[in-house]
């Protein structure tokens, strides 16, 4: 079975710039998260959805968004983008919501930006 | 709101030694706990995961964590350690509260560094 894949891998952008970074989870997952992980900030949540719904967001600002289809793909958006959002973003997905299971991540995408 | 600790940024160990990586959380109730591992440049992969009953907990690759409720902690032992073992290890919390969903809160990670 399919893992979670997460597209592009690696991408370059200037300040001011948006983005979108693409998830598919592991067929037959419906909750899709994400994750910002940097060298100084460590692992920090953004978001979850299932079933088309954000259910839980992080203390991040209204820069970044994201949305998740009916088929469970999710994307995530950053606009204007800073300095600061050069990071490892991480998409995860399990089976249903609140539930003991683990979560499965994908190989991530690089963001640098310039 | 939950937390949790990963004391030491980098642990070196010889090959064929024992290797312990240290986790203290802080949670209101009871924890759901996980360890990952991440290898350069790959996203995180699952070891193990502690929800409820036996307190040591055994999981891939040959590890296994022991939660100790008194003192708070989860730490990932490995009884000989492999220099394949070199990575990064994450200790993740997660609040059981539905309205929290699959949320973790991740410790700032931990670089096992096995030597030959």
Sequence with gaps: ?114 | AQSVAQPEDQVNVAEGNPLTVKCTYSVSGNPYLFWYVQYPNRGLQFLLKYITGDNLVKGSYGFEAEFNKSQTSFHLKKPSALVSDSALYFCAVRDMSKAAGNKLTFGGGTRVLVKP
């Excluded at chain 1, 891998?9 to 940097?38: A, D, E, M, N």
């Excluded at chain 1, 299932?50 to 994307?75: A, H, I, V």
Aim: net charge positive; with cysteine; glycine share 10%.
């Design chain 1, 1 to 114: 079975k399919a893992g979670v894949t997460q597209t592009p891998r690696y991408l370059i952008k200037t300040r001011g710039q948006q983005v979108t970074l693409s998830c598919s989870p592991i067929s037959g997952h419906r909750s899709v998260s994400w994750y910002q992980q940097t060298p100084g900030q460590g692992l920090q949540f953004l978001f979850e959805y299932f079933s088309e719904t954000q259910r839980n967001k992080g203390n991040f600002p209204g820069r970044f968004s994201g949305r998740q289809f009916s088929n469970s793909r999710s994307e995530m958006n950053v606009s204007t983008l800073e300095l600061g959002d050069s990071a490892l973003y991480l998409c995860a997905s399990s089976q249903t919501i609140s539930n003991t299971g683990e979560l499965f991540f994908g190989e991530g995408s690089r963001l640098t930006v310039l």
